[in-house]
């Protein structure tokens, strides 16, 4: 495969085979540019969420001096690595992987992380890192999914779970096809909620999932008679972008995003 870090539109950032197979779609988020519209989208509510959960469970590693992160599909701000550091949270040793060319030095030029960290460029479909010490401890692959087709998300898959040991912990994350909605326009191959379950079921360990977000139309039906007396009152103040997130973790099934926590099976 050929990278490159051209900008380009939605529709064109796709690296193609000879026969003009799609492979990837490079485009991605950028949430820092989120609050120049006044009205923050649930998309980005979601994502910003999504590395606070992640987020929790790495606060509870602080006393481990020895742990590390892989960050795969890292994305072009370092958006986790940006909230790790932030947040004071010190792991040994940080490695952020994208299928993109990227540059730490354009992240240098803001913070200088006080923690070993490095960046690679990889096609996670070839290959995904060995541990540079003893193990991963977290790996996280966050929205990715969506932007290769199905057979290359399972290789992918396979390839993290040859580099996970007992301990490790993985965080996956993607949009859920919604059939009355229809796929994104530059998502490649949307997993449906049960297929997606099921794939991870036959390689993992499932610990938990949670939404992200909801269209309101998907989730009202099964939201218990509690949760509808909050969620009417809640909507007199807010408005559907953050209504989306508020009940998403508690119906996975009916969101249009979720995210899975796993480790390996134990034989």
Request: aromatic share 10%.
């Amino acid at each position: 495969m050929q990278f490159g870090d051209k900008r380009m539109a939605k529709s064109e950032r796709l690296e193609k085979s000879p026969e003009g197979k799609k492979i990837a779609n490079k485009t991605d988020l950028r949430v820092f540019q989120a609050t120049r519209r006044g009205q923050i989208h649930r998309d980005y509510l979601a994502h910003c969420l999504r590395w606070s959960h992640v987020l929790k469970y790495l606060s509870k590693m602080r006393k481990n001096e020895n742990f590390s992160i892989l960050d795969l599909g890292c994305g072009k701000e370092f958006p986790l690595l940006r909230t790790v550091y932030t947040n004071k949270i010190k792991p040994h040793y940080y490695l952020a992987a994208d299928i993109r060319e990227l540059n730490l030095e354009e992240l240098h030029e803001e913070m200088i992380p006080n923690f070993e960290h490095e960046f690679k460029q990889i096609d996670f479909v070839e290959n995904v890192p060995e541990p540079k010490y003893d193990n991963w401890d977290v790996i996280v692959f966050l929205e990715v999914l969506e932007h290769i087709p199905k057979e290359d998300g399972i290789k992918i898959l396979e390839n993290i779970k040859s580099v996970m040991n007992s301990e490790t912990v993985l965080f996956i994350s993607t949009p859920i096809f919604s059939s009355h909605q229809g796929q994104a326009g530059n998502h490649i191959y949307e997993w449906e909620y049960q297929e997606l379950k099921d794939q991870l079921e036959s390689m993992f360990n499932v610990e938990a999932s949670y939404g992200t977000f909801a269209s309101q139309k998907d989730i009202e039906p099964a939201m218990s008679d509690c949760e509808k007396e909050v969620y009417e009152k809640l909507k007199e103040y807010y408005d559907s972008n953050v209504l989306s997130v508020l009940f998403a973790p508690i119906h996975p099934v009916q969101s249009r995003n979720s995210i899975f926590r796993l480790k390996l099976k134990k034989d």
